[in-house]
């Protein structure tokens, strides 16, 4: 189980050592959160398998919480609520819940309901990294490396970029992008357009002209992928070091 990561978004803050506590005496690996705000954060840095979200947060609403993390399309759910109607059950599984745990719980329940999710999940193991090829992001450290060369990206340029990878070459509206990639909820789509500039100057041969992330007319943008593989086989060119850090560890290795 130590290969699991799993994520307690609780605002009761000795409910929240609790089940912590008792996750790690199972070996689980486990990152808390207090408020949705936080609770961004740490799945973005952490990806976890699995999170045990509080429906009633001090910042805002679990449920649109649990909708923006079901649109992640990463973790399993498992929400805990003082409201036990059937209308607050079926709102919170619509919204992307795997269970729904209600409170008070006996810790032993609550456990085996953890344990069952966990053996639902097809791939309990993440990667440490994604490798394309020329380019490799590295999750665990949050690097990436493109043409051997480590750059030197922001935050968000990285979330940026890692949900373009993800795709696979797939188009991504500007609406889908700040969905999955953006930790606040932003009504100005245009603000991806910004970042692309930002990351273009840094992954482009010639951000003028690019061609590994394209625009693509009244969609959005897409990765480039064949232009990765173009890379493997042919031209291996280099981007001016100028662009990149001066780190050269390497990433590390898949589990």
Same mark, same amino acid.
């Given at each position: 189980?130590?290969?699991?990561?799993?994520?307690?978004?609780?605002?009761?803050?000795?409910?929240?050592?609790?089940?912590?506590?008792?996750?790690?005496?199972? %070996?689980?690996?486990?990152?808390?959160?207090?408020?949705?705000?936080?609770?961004?954060?740490?799945?973005? *840095?952490?990806?976890?398998?699995?999170?045990?979200?509080?429906?009633?947060?001090?910042?805002? %609403?679990?449920?649109?919480?649990?909708?923006?993390?079901?649109?992640?399309? $990463?973790?399993?759910?498992?929400?805990?609520?003082?409201?036990?109607?059937?209308?607050?059950?079926?709102?919170?599984?619509?919204?992307?819940?795997?269970?729904?745990?209600?409170?008070?719980?006996?810790?032993?329940?609550?456990?085996?309901?953890?344990?069952?999710?966990?053996?639902?999940?097809?791939?309990?193991?993440?990667?440490?990294?994604?490798?394309?090829?020329?380019? $490799?992001? %590295?999750?665990?450290?949050?690097?990436?490396?493109?043409?051997?060369?480590?750059?030197?990206?922001?935050?968000?340029?990285? *979330?940026?970029?890692?949900?373009?990878?993800?795709?696979?070459?797939?188009?991504?509206?500007?609406?889908?992008?700040?969905?999955?990639?953006?930790?606040?909820?932003?009504?100005?789509?245009?603000?991806? %357009?910004?970042?692309?500039?930002?990351?273009?100057?840094?992954?482009?041969?010639?951000?003028?002209?690019?061609?590994?992330? $394209?625009?693509?007319?009244?969609?959005?943008?897409?990765?480039?992928?064949?232009?990765?593989?173009?890379?493997? *086989?042919?031209?291996?060119?280099?981007?001016?070091?100028?662009?990149?850090?001066?780190?050269?560890?390497?990433?590390?290795?898949?589990?």
């Amino acid at each position: 189980m130590g290969s699991v990561c799993i994520e307690i978004v609780e605002g009761n803050p000795h409910l929240r050592s609790l089940l912590g506590w008792h996750l790690q005496q199972l %070996d689980y690996r486990v990152h808390q959160a207090a408020s949705i705000y936080q609770a961004r954060e740490v799945f973005l *840095s952490h990806q976890p398998t699995l999170v045990i979200l509080d429906a009633d947060l001090p910042d805002g %609403d679990g449920i649109e919480f649990c909708r923006w993390l079901h649109r992640q399309q $990463q973790p399993l759910i498992l929400m805990l609520s003082a409201r036990n109607n059937e209308v607050d059950i079926v709102a919170g599984l619509k919204a992307g819940a795997d269970d729904y745990l209600c409170k008070p719980f006996g810790m032993q329940e609550f456990l085996a309901r953890v344990e069952a999710l966990i053996r639902r999940k097809r791939t309990p193991v993440a990667p440490a990294y994604l490798d394309y090829g020329s380019l $490799q992001i %590295d999750l665990v450290q949050r690097r990436v490396r493109f043409q051997g060369e480590f750059i030197d990206l922001t935050p968000q340029e990285f *979330s940026l970029l890692y949900v373009l990878a993800q795709a696979g070459g797939v188009p991504l509206s500007r609406s889908e992008l700040l969905r999955r990639a953006w930790p606040d909820a932003i009504d100005n789509p245009r603000t991806i %357009d910004t970042h692309v500039l930002s990351l273009r100057k840094k992954v482009e041969l010639d951000p003028r002209q690019p061609s590994l992330i $394209q625009t693509i007319r009244n969609v959005g943008y897409r990765f480039n992928m064949e232009i990765l593989n173009a890379n493997i *086989s042919h031209s291996p060119t280099k981007l001016p070091k100028e662009r990149f850090s001066n780190q050269r560890s390497t990433l590390s290795t898949q589990r």
